[in-house]
């Protein structure tokens, strides 16, 4: 088990004053409050088969909703998915990638747009992000930005001219967020505005290095509310900024004896997937979650960004490497077989907690599950303290 004491692991400091540079008459602001973690002091050690630690003692209201099979346009592999208000943006990664649009109860919508070269369609998917409401979304097409309805309706596109490096889209009410994971970039972050005329920098390039992050990254940025969160991979550093006061904003440096950095990806061309990385991660409920490797292993983060408190463990029967999150729901994604392999466990010797959790929300599918099925998808929320 492990201590408060153990898991305050960091030190924090603030600077005494708000460091700007004026660059070509836009802001660049560089964090105000700035905390140390040292993940080895984060560790929970307990071996995982006696591992005690449940995620189901931090979340409730587990339901599942099964997503509809639509024979037109059938849902190959899940590849990125983004919760809205009214439903789900998923982007199957195959044959091209195409975008579908689901209900908050499973029924499908439509099918957002298509490739081809029409101004109303798109070359390729780099990324998408739906406003909050989810009636609009955007898709990213290289030097163009296509805006469609939550029907499929083509609306406008706008002009996105620069480098095809981006490793992070956001779409908000006032404006687009954008990183590069190319950091030979003058800008690593940047918010537009909706016209894609403006540019104000956030974080500034500094290194002449080519991405070398693990294809599975999808998007660095994340939104909580009115608050942003920038993950700049070969720092291990989360940036937490305001969008109504750029400010009010704090930087999370994760600490780890073979972590990714600058230098040992570009000078000794080692492969960023081999050291202590990120693997994924949400922002919700003033906390960060996600799937961290340190050395062999793969552990749960937990990041509360108001106070620093961090840690690493190991959860037996389900991890922090969730799809998304919104509006304080969390998202998992379940194969048919998946859930058919859980029904079926009947080892008394080895217990699979999963089946425990799952237990009564199965239930009303226990004998109707077909291995034909779309993919169910798990939401649950955190539990208040």
Known sequence: MYSKRKLLCLSASLLLAVSCTEKKGDVLYEAAENYDIVLSECIDET???????????????LE???????????????????????????????????????????SFVSK????????????????????TAGDTVAIVDYDYVKFYDSNGKFLKEESLKGSHWWQ?????????????SNRGQKTVLAQYSNDFK???????????????MPSSW????????????????????????????????????LHSPNGVTES????????????????????????????????????DLRLDVRTGFCQLNRHIDLDCGFL??????????????????????????????????FRDILEPYKDKIRDTDNYYILRMRKKEV
């Not at 899940?78 to 109860?105: H, K, P, T």
């Not at 992070?168 to 590069?180: A, E, M, Q, V």
């Not at 050291?275 to 062999?296: A, C, M, N, P, Q």
Request: glycine share 8%.
């Open 47 to 61: 071996p995982a088969y006696s591992c005690t630690n449940l995620l189901a003692d931090e979340f409730c209201d």
């Open 198 to 212: 403006t540019e104000h920098p956030v974080i500034e390039g500094h290194v002449n290095l080519i991405s070398d």
């Open 324 to 357: 998304c999150s919104h509006n304080g729901w969390y998202y998992y994604a379940y194969g048919p077989n998946q859930l058919l392999q859980i029904l079926q466990h009947k080892d008394p010797y080895n217990p699979l907690p999963v089946k425990d959790l």
């Open 168 to 180: 992070g889209f956001l779409y908000t009410d006032k404006g687009f967020i954008l990183s590069h």
């Open 112 to 131: 957002i747009g298509g490739k081809g070269h029409s101004r109303a369609e798109y070359t390729d998917m780099l990324y998408f992000s739906a406003n």
């Open 264 to 299: 040992k990806v570009r000078d000794a061309g080692m492969n960023s997937a081999d050291l202590d990385h990120l693997v994924s991660y949400v922002y919700e409920d003033s906390t960060i979650w996600g799937r961290f490797k340190y050395g062999e292993y793969s552990y």
């Open 218 to 253: 999808e998007n660095l940025v994340r939104r909580n509310g009115e608050r942003i969160c920038y993950y700049d991979y070969y720092t291990s550093t989360f940036y937490i900024f305001n969008l109504e006061d750029m400010s009010d904003s704090k930087r999370f440096t």
């Open 64 to 106: 599942f909703i099964p997503l509809e099979n639509n024979s037109e346009y059938p849902l190959g592999e899940m590849r990125n998915v983004q919760a809205c208000d009214s439903g789900l943006y998923i982007m199957d990664n195959q044959e091209g990638r195409s975008l579908f649009y689901y209900r908050l109860d499973g």
